[in-house]
């Protein structure tokens, strides 16, 4: 079984070979990464006409790129919506060519995002990263066979109620590391750590190793 824990961090201070390491294109992930995603971010999009897709498609092909991301839709960005949706979208055709799954950053989009989905119908699974909405919300996006993953900041009622068998965890920018992540979810769920532990590499390795 591969192993996979933390699904997204953009820090690696200590890093681990059980962690998806996150890189904003245009700049590129360290060599020395055993696993890493790439995606354009919607606060950091460049002028369209400056995007090198042929390059980013490139970047995204390689072995150790197992995630498209993070990428998404966020009505904070001072970038307009529509360059977002523009960008997004090509994102979502590079994670369907490449048979990679897709990370979503997503604030106050919802909407949108389903909209897209329904509309492109993707064959990829997509996950909503860091996510702290209600247990309703939650129910919304599995009910369009999304994935959530939760970081240090959640819905401790969406925590309960998420199934082991589609919990995700991600550190993101957090200081906390992964093994507090874990700590404090299984003490919620009312199981060891050691027993999380092994339901997300499972889940894990259904999304990323299919």
């Known amino acids: 079984m591969k192993k996979i824990l933390n699904i997204h961090s953009h820090l690696n201070l200590e890093q681990r070979d059980d962690t998806i390491y996150s890189t904003i294109y245009p700049k ?12 354009i971010h919607p606060w950091y999009i460049p002028p369209l006409e400056e995007i090198n897709w042929e390059n980013f498609v ?10 498209i991301g993070e990428c998404g839709l966020d009505t904070f960005s001072e970038i307009p919506l529509d360059t977002q949706i523009k960008v997004f979208q090509k994102q ?5 060519m490449l048979k990679k799954p897709l990370l979503i950053h997503m604030v106050r989009t919802t909407d949108e995002l389903l909209a897209i989905r329904n509309q492109l119908n993707p064959t990829q699974p997509w996950i909503i990263h860091g996510f702290r909405g209600k247990p309703q919300l939650a129910q919304q996006y599995y009910r369009h066979e999304m994935y959530l993953s939760i970081g240090s900041k ?7 109620a998420i199934p ?4 995700l ?13 874990v700590d404090r979810i299984a003490q919620l769920k009312k199981i060891s750590p050691q027993t999380l532990i092994k339901q997300i590499y499972e889940n894990t ?6």
């Open 58 to 67: 490139e970047e995204a092909r390689k072995n150790k790129i197992i995630v």
């Open 169 to 181: 965890l991600e550190t993101d920018e957090s200081d906390e590391t992964i093994d507090s992540l």
């Open 154 to 160: 959640f819905n401790t009622k969406t925590v309960l």
């Open 205 to 210: 390795e259904s999304i990323f190793f299919r």
């Open 28 to 39: 590129l992930p360290k060599a020395s990464i055993k696993y890493g995603s790439i995606g």
């Open 92 to 96: 979502i055709e590079v994670s369907e």
């Open 164 to 167: 082991l068998n589609k919990i």
